[in-house]
């Protein structure tokens, strides 16, 4: 389809011309900080000197847009029927505490193990993103108001939890407050193996390269096939395209709202997961918070489909990854955050542009082939 | 006219050479028209000919590619709106202009305020909408919402906008299309009174006999460019038609009767009130309490090969009695398909037991404009063969009998992956069609099947219509175009304020008689 | 130039010149990772980087402090990445790090590490844990003396384990005068919020409804909210007792100056040096230091002077824990 | 009904309002319910709630979804710092307003000239307010600056000199304190009255006052003048508005600056309220702010309502945890009285039509809210203490209760968050 390919090239062109800018753009500010934009870009692409510095900065790398890209999912799903759920934030943090505890409370072969935890984490995720979205269907709550009122009342919830009834031992002298240490059973194996093919000493970090990608990508391909495929993906598009048409097309979109919003919440509730079973094998009150609306970036980056997605949460954690490095090059690691905004704004602008042009150039296409482009010549 | 210009008297507006190109398309090329001060002149031409960018062009809206507009003789380039309205020049678009939430005096007074003090001067903003309303014979009253007018007060206010500025040249962009003919007739009062004023009017319309009653001059525009200027004195609308398509104007005849003794769809006592529902209301004591009811007691029957057209003003009561067959939107009493009751029914399985529709806009309820055009063809048909299989969508046996739908019903596109809003509102309409018609139903909703299709398109949709009526499909027939209605019916009601007043014979009725009822001049008799 | 009573500290060079590559063969290399706010937050951290620049002055020390992302997601990271640098040893800041530290030293077990806040959990790992809840007791003492209305207040940034100690501490001291005192206590955030550090507005809410009470003296372990707590002694007329440096020579607004009846020190500068000093000494980890009353890793400031008159119970009863006739509680 | 009703209608329930609070106060003795200080507290916390949503206010009735004022609130605050600390109050005022427009700015360059989605270019200039003002702290407070000397670092400014004046209505609620004499009696009505008024008129901060008065301000410019007029009908049909030569562009870019503005606001008051930048100080406010906004269904009074609630709610909760659990008794008392009408309703010869049918339903209410009222007094009666984590929430579950219980006739504005290009009608 030379059409859809044409937009694809553009789209690139457009992403990769925003990026430069951004560049050029983060570089006034290095430059205004007193460092060398050269030494700071340098630091982007220096994972480190040894071969395990190597191996732990591309784990770092990856282990950071495993949740990133789950982040993205579950606020795209809303988003492609117009349901802004920012309350991705909230429903991930309830559904891990709730399963890293759930997962501590009993010990079974791994699989079955690691699959009850993923299974009660989706399920606290959905059943806290109905709560918003049945007060949407019965009584027309704006989502936004109700999400974000939710969030907080989660952060209270995990936080009386994991200090009250959800509370586990700790070691003398550790003041963070956790849930009970996960079995050996509940860790994700990891990925480390694939180091060796790659003749890298396999990373130190923290679990090293966490196993829940794999479970990542799968659920990216699920949600792919899930929206572009399916019955219900078509109903999920319609409804965002346009509510009243899908209305007469014998959709309900009570019924919508509901399934689109709890899968959202599902998708959200697997985001505390990669570094729960990866790394610290409990919910603890250091527990990574702020990926909810990180994912809206992400999400809108990506422009709502799987593999845009995918790569904007590789970007992200590409950027990230760089906090440190950026700062053993004496440069403030603002940096990245200020690039993640421009990049984000300026892929849209570029991405605004290329879509206008590119839907001139199908426009004209479309007329050349019906013959419309000359005008008749009449009444000479 | 006035009097004071003696011996050179300019034309009110002369367009010269100009020319309009939108990427792909030339919408104008090298149009030249003049138009005389003091007089109604007419512009028509099919769909899509260019007639409303003209007018944009005029009214500053868009920017020519080439070409000079002279009004009142001084040249003139129009950056905005407001410099075509700076000249004395106002416009009515085609689509209304109307802020919903906003007031009637609002919406008016938008763009040329009266100030006092810093404040909105509403007092005398008041007083002169009424003035001019009085004037012009253009009754509104200022403090109402947008939202709550008819499509007669909506097109008065448009009227009342460019009087407000002082406007001596108005342009009308199909003014009559949403309008009864009685208030069609109303419209021409209040033109011919501004004529009278020594105001010129620009005036584009489809319907060519409405053309030729108010016209002092025409000019027909055909696929961008200017093709002839005519004396209405002189020409048939038959002529007229033929100079702007180049063939003859279709009629939507229906030829022998189909209508058997089967019941198809029956209606029961559907009501509908205006406050939302409440199940197991009971709706005579609400009736007595004077509760306004969108729907009051609607009954009736179509029969297989049976198209039964509705007449009525619109917002009488026509979309809430296709969302109530639909089961968009919950309503007491009856409904049954063959017999069968369906009132209980979502709108999914009333579409699956062989219910079609075409809406009434096209845009707001029948496409997903950004979406290609074979998606298009599983909209409403997603649990039925062939958009389906199993819990999957089947890309490849939709995309063919999208292909099927694009041969059958002639409908202009490159190719089935193509965005639907890249088609022309015409080929949007037969694509709405043939899908509808698609999955053989046994009863279709069609309303407004036609609005704004051209000619060719329009002749084509009625043959459906009628082919599919030949074959047992039953039809509700919704549409303000009365020729349509008479024509094609077999039998024909009218509905008024929610209720169907009165039962007549296609045959033997007339536009005007049909208008007289719609608007309630003339009492309903319940003939059966 | 920084807060904190770091002492000693003269005109400070960029701190990082001279960092990295030329790092001379087999010098001291000390590699730091803060909390989350990092470098520059002019409270905890910055005492932890008062430390580490008085190695640099006075051990000549090759020194590189990281801080980490806003969401504290990389504090693994930050230490590998030390340790990947070759520095050695490496000192994490809060006791956030403790899980951290624990498995970063187990990678790395010829590199020392020494985290603040949180007990030893490695063989080559310190602990420098620090006694708030006596220092709080002393403040708590201060505090029931010198009100006259019998009627004192606590206010907690985040409601967690850490703040918790500075509670129990100080009720203790309180209920060690005047067992009936009342005592209000208000934390601003839940755990895992770290907002209730950044919100002087509701510090100073919470604060002036213990002063409209009766309240006249309210000590506060809540980071920048503190300053509201100031504010709203400072409106009441009445005063706030500050917390982990000085706060009355810290805090530079000269009207809340005054208000600052004494601050409970606790000298994260002191124990960061300590640790460096111990490391070139050839000590090695498995061990925690606790900074405690009896090596005045925590105390009381005396700047202003208005805890003078009391000295002598306050000396008592430090008297009394270092020998170990009171042993104060840590938690509420 | 008429508008001289709805007035009516607005007093009555603010009265009633009061009278059931005094009566729960006088029941509980929780004198915070209706103190002089909950309601100074309620008002400082509001009022940064209130600016905030007044910027989502402006921007939305032009058509702008305005998910970006966090980011515009967080760069008031940090400029507001930067620039109080050396030229004082006035300055760190107009500093603020100017960093909040900037935000504005960039929001309207990205939405109106690109026509990018609204949400897209808020969420980025959310990442980008706290990036760029750590960078700007990083680069203008770093050790060695005249700045660092004066006490900034990187998470926070030196304090603003010269810090805004507030002052109290004299008499009532200050020298002789009328008003906090009553208030001190614990009288019942009367004192919960005085409270009230003694609470929003001592020590008022002046940018309170604006604040406050910016909300009129806003009703008489958007709905009393032309500039007003051309705004909303920006937000509501932009095609219209052009076609009648309003140039739709420059009323969505002022708006949109302006909406950034009062965000800025929003963040120049915290500044004040601490005296200094802080990093991190606005805590979600610009999303509350936005809640407040839809809640009060993009209107000033609605606002002021909405944040109002936020507001009391967060000050009753930060002063006393005991009044929190008079809550309990509170809703009891509501349930009480909606059982009560309903009874009368159901017991009332000339019932309407729609009701005489649906006894079911409203038997099925009834039974619910005679229940909720059992078991609310019962909790009032058993919990003397909740834990924490569910004071601090007060303020949330409170505004999702009344959006519950409040009927949901909300309107947004029509073209909200559509994308508006010149010359191509939708
Ligand atoms: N903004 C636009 N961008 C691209 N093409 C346009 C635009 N507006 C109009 N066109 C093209 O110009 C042609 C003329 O359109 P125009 O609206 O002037 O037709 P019209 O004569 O008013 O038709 P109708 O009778 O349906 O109102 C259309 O067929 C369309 O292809
Ligand atoms: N704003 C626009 N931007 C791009 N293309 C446009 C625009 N307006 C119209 N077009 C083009 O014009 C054609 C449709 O215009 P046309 O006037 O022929 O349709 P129509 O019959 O008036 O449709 P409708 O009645 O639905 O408005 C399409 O090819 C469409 O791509
Ligand atoms: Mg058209
Ligand atoms: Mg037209």
């Known amino acids: 389809m030379p059409a859809g390919l044409n937009r694809a090239l553009f789209t690139v062109a457009g992403a990769v011309i925003a990026i430069v800018l951004a560049i050029a753009i983060s570089s006034v500010a290095i430059i205004a900080a007193g460092a060398s934009p050269l030494d700071a870009f340098a630091a982007f692409f220096d994972f480190g000197a040894t071969p395990r510095a190597v191996s732990n900065g591309i784990a770092t790398f990856l282990n950071r847009a495993v949740p990133l890209f789950i982040a993205g999912l579950a606020v795209a799903v809303g988003f492609r029927m117009n349901l802004f759920n920012i309350g991705v934030e909230g429903q991930y943090r309830l559904a891990a505490i709730v399963a890293a505890y759930v997962g501590s409370t009993f010990q079974a072969p791994a699989p079955i193990q690691i699959a009850v935890i993923i299974v009660v984490a989706a399920a606290v995720g959905g059943l806290y993103a109905l709560i918003p979205a049945v007060m949407k269907v019965t009584r027309g709550v704006n989502e936004v108001i109700a999400t974000i009122m939710l969030n907080y009342i989660a952060i209270n919830l995990t936080s009386y939890l994991v200090r009250g009834p959800f509370a586990g031992q700790r070691a003398a002298g550790q003041l963070t407050t956790t849930t009970p240490q996960l079995p050996e059973s509940a860790m994700f194996p990891n990925l480390n193996f694939l180091f060796d093919g790659f003749g890298l000493l396999p990373p130190t970090r923290g679990g090293g390269l966490w196993g829940f990608l794999i479970v990542a990508i799968v659920l990216g391909v699920v949600v792919w096939v899930l929206l572009e495929r399916t019955r219900f993906g078509f109903n999920v598009k319609a409804s965002g395209l346009n509510g009243p048409a899908a209305l007469a097309s014998g959709v309900n979109p009570k019924t919508m709202v509901i399934a689109a919003m709890v899968l959202s919440g599902a998708i959200a509730g697997l985001i505390g997961l990669p570094e729960i079973l990866g790394d610290k094998g409990a919910f603890n009150s250091n527990f990574t918070a702020g990926l909810g609306f990180l994912g809206i970036a992400v999400a809108l980056l990506g422009r709502n489909k799987p593999v845009g997605i995918a790569i904007a949460a590789l970007l992200f954690a590409f950027l990230d990854r760089a906090q440190g490095a950026l700062q053993i090059a004496n440069v403030p690691p603002s940096v990245i955050t200020i690039m993640q905004g421009v990049i984000v704004l300026l892929v849209v602008v570029a991405n605004e542009v290329t879509n206008r042009l590119a839907l001139r150039l199908e426009e004209r296409r479309a007329a050349q082939e019906l013959g419309r482009n000359t005008p008749v010549e009449v009444a000479a | 006219m006035s009097a004071d210009t003696l011996a050179t008297v300019k034309p009110a507006v002369e367009l010269e050479g100009i020319t309009k190109r939108f990427p792909g398309v030339i919408a104008n090329h090298d149009i030249r028209i003049t138009v005389q001060q003091g007089t109604v002149h007419a512009i028509v031409g099919e769909n899509g000919a260019g007639k409303s960018t003209l007018m944009k062009i005029l009214y500053g809206m868009q920017k020519p590619d080439e070409g000079t507009i002279r009004v009142n003789g001084e040249e003139v380039s129009f950056r905005t709106p407001s410099d075509a309205i700076d000249v004395g020049i106002g416009m009515v678009h085609q689509h209304f202009m109307l802020a919903d939430n906003l007031t009637v005096l609002e919406n008016i007074v938008l763009g040329a305020e009266p100030k006092k003090g810093g404040r909105l001067d509403t007092a005398s903003a008041r007083k002169r909408i009424t003035e001019l309303a009085e004037n012009h014979g253009l009754r509104v009253d200022p403090d109402r919402l947008v939202e709550d007018l008819g499509v007669g007060d909506r097109q008065r206010v448009e009227i009342l906008k460019v009087l407000y500025r002082g406007a001596r040249i108005l342009i009308l962009d199909e003014p009559t299309a949403v309008l009864v003919p009685q208030e069609v007739e109303e419209l021409f009062q209040n033109l011919r009174e501004l004529k009278a004023d020594g105001l010129t009017v620009i005036f584009i319309s489809h319907k060519l006999d409405e053309v030729l009653g108010i016209a002092d001059a025409i000019t027909v525009i055909r696929r961008g460019t200017t093709v002839a200027s005519v004396d209405p004195g002189e020409v048939t609308a038959r002529q007229l038609a033929e100079l702007m398509v180049g063939s003859e104007l279709p009629t939507p005849e229906t030829r022998e009767s189909t209508v058997t003794d089967v019941v198809t769809l029956r209606v029961a006592q559907v009501t509908m009130e205006a406050d939302g529902y409440h199940a197991a209301a009971d709706l005579a004591k609400l009736r007595e309490e004077g509760k306004r009811l969108l729907l009051d007691d609607v009954s009736f029957e179509i029969h297989r090969g049976e198209i039964l057209g509705i007449a009525g003003v619109e917002g009488n009561g026509q979309s809430e009695l296709i969302e109530a067959i639909m089961g968009i939107r919950p309503a007491h009493g009856g409904i049954e398909l063959d017999g069968q009751d369906i009132s209980e029914w979502s709108t999914l399985r009333r579409r699956e037991s062989g219910i079609g529709y075409i809406p009434e806009d096209r845009h707001r309820q029948g496409l997903l404009l950004e979406a290609s055009l074979w998606e298009n063809r599983v909209l409403g048909h997603q649990t039925r063969k062939p958009a389906r299989s199993g819990i999957w969508i089947d890309r490849r046996a939709s995309k063919a009998d999208t292909e099927r739908i694009i041969k059958e019903y002639d409908v202009r596109t490159p190719s089935v992956d193509t965005l639907a809003l890249a088609l022309s509102g015409g080929n949007q309409q037969k694509l709405i069609v043939g899908r509808e018609m698609s999955g053989e139903p046994r009863f279709l909703i069609a309303a407004h099947p036609t609005r704004g299709v051209d000619v060719g398109a329009q002749a084509a949709i009625w043959d459906h219509l009628r082919n599919a009526r030949a074959a047992g499909l039953a039809v509700l027939l919704i549409s303000a175009d009365l020729d349509e209605l008479i024509g094609l019916s077999d039998t024909l009601r009218v509905i008024y304020r929610g209720r169907l007043v009165a039962a007549l014979d296609p045959s033997d009725i007339t536009p005007e008689r049909l208008g007289g009822y719609m608007t309630g001049a003339i009492a309903g008799d319940e003939e059966t | 130039a920084c807060g904190g009573s770091g002492g000693g500290t003269t005109a400070s060079e960029a701190p990082s010149a001279g960092a990295g590559s030329e790092a001379p063969k087999g010098g001291l290399k000390v590699g730091l990772a803060f909390d989350v706010g990092g470098r520059g937050d002019k409270s905890f951290n910055d005492a932890a980087y008062a430390g580490l620049e008085k190695a640099k002055t006075d051990l000549n020390a090759d020194i590189k402090e990281l801080s980490p992302a806003a969401d504290g997601s990389n504090r693994g990271d930050l230490l590998r990445q030390l340790a990947d640098a070759g520095y050695n040893p490496i000192i994490g800041v809060g006791f956030a790090y403790g899980d951290d530290i624990k498995k970063t030293a187990a990678e790395y077990p010829d590199i020392q590490f020494a985290v603040v806040d949180s007990a030893s959990n490695g063989p080559n790992v310190t602990g420098l844990l620090f006694a708030e809840e006596q220092g709080s007791y002393l403040a708590g003492v201060a505090a029931a003396t010198k009100s006259k209305t019998n009627h004192v207040g606590f206010v907690g940034g985040v409601e967690n384990d850490l703040i918790k100690k500075f509670e129990a501490g100080f009720v203790a001291g309180v209920k060690s005068v005047k067992p009936d005192d009342k005592i209000d206590i208000k934390y601003l955030t839940p755990d895992g919020d770290f907002s209730g550090f950044k919100a002087p507005d509701k510090g100073k809410v919470a604060a002036e409804k213990m002063y409209q009470d009766g309240a006249d003296i309210v000590y506060h372990a809540s980071g920048d909210s503190g300053l509201g707590v100031f504010q709203a002694a400072a409106a009441a007329k009445k005063k706030a007792i500050g917390v982990d440096s000085d706060q009355r020579q810290t805090v530079k607004e000269t009207d809340l100056q005054p208000v600052i009846m004494t601050s409970m020190l606790k000298r994260v500068d002191v124990g960061v040096f300590e640790f460096i000093k111990a490391f070139q000494g050839g000590a090695k980890g498995g061990t925690n230091i606790t900074y405690d009353l009896k090596v005045d890793g925590v105390g009381l400031s005396t700047t202003g002077g208005e805890i003078d008159d009391i000295k002598d119970k306050l000396d008592a009863a430090k008297k009394d824990i270092v020998d170990g006739k009171i042993t104060v509680p840590s938690k509420p | ?426």
């Open chain 4, 1 to 426: 009904m008429t508008r001289l009703g709805k007035y009516h209608v607005a007093l009555l329930g603010v009265a009633a309002l009061i009278l059931l609070m005094s009566l729960v106060r006088v029941v509980s003795g929780q004198n915070d319910i209706t103190s002089s200080g909950t309601f100074a507290a309620a008002l400082l916390l509001a009022v940064p709630i209130g600016l905030a949503g007044l910027g989502g206010l402006w921007a939305e009735r032009a058509g702008v979804v305005n998910i970006g004022l966090e980011g515009m609130m967080v760069l008031g605050t940090w400029f507001a710092g930067w620039a109080g600390y050396q030229w004082g109050a006035v300055a760190a005022l107009l500093a603020g307003l100017l960093g909040g427009a900037l935000g504005g700015l960039i929001h309207a360059v990205a939405t109106v000239t690109f026509g990018v989605d609204h949400i897209i270019s808020g969420v980025a200039i959310n990442l980008l307010g706290p990036g760029i003002t750590r960078f700007l702290s990083e680069v203008f407070y770093k050790d060695g600056t005249a700045a660092a000397d004066a006490g900034a670092g990187f998470t926070g400014s030196p304090a603003i000199t010269s810090p805004a004046p507030s002052p109290s209505l004299p008499l009532l609620s200050d020298g002789p304190d009328l008003l906090g004499k009553l208030e001190g009696t614990h009288w019942f009505l009367l004192s919960d009255l005085a409270g009230i008024l003694r609470g929003l008129t001592h020590e008022v901060n002046v940018l309170v006052i604006l604040a406050v008065l910016l909300l009129p301000l806003t009703y008489f410019v958007l709905w009393r003048t032309a500039f007003g007029l051309r705004l909303r009908s920006a937000g509501e049909n932009p095609w219209a508005a052009e076609s009648l030569g309003v140039n739709v562009y420059r009323i969505k870019y002022i708006a949109v600056v302006i909406s950034g503005a009062f965000a800025g606001l929003g963040g120049v008051f915290l500044v004040f309220v601490s005296t200094k930048y802080v990093e991190g100080q606005t805590q979600g406010r610009g999303f509350i702010g936005l809640a407040a906004m839809i809640f009060g269904n993009w209107r000033p009074g609605g606002l002021a309502i909405g944040s109002s609630l936020f507001g009391y709610a967060s000050g009753l909760q930060l002063r006393s945890t005991g009044a929190i659990t008079s809550f309990f008794l509170f809703g009891a008392v509501l349930l009480l009285a909606y059982l009560i009408i309903r009874v009368r309703r159901m017991l009332s010869p000339e019932r309407p039509a729609e009701l005489a049918a649906r006894s079911a339903r409203e038997y099925t209410l009834m039974a619910a809210a005679a229940a909720g009222t059992v078991v609310l007094f019962w909790l009032w009666l058993t919990v003397d203490q909740l834990p924490n984590e569910f004071v601090f929430i007060t303020p949330h579950v409170l505004t999702l209760l009344v959006l519950l219980v409040a009927s949901q006739r909300l309107r947004m504005p029509k073209a909200d968050g559509v994308r508006y290009r010149r010359g191509e009608q939708h």
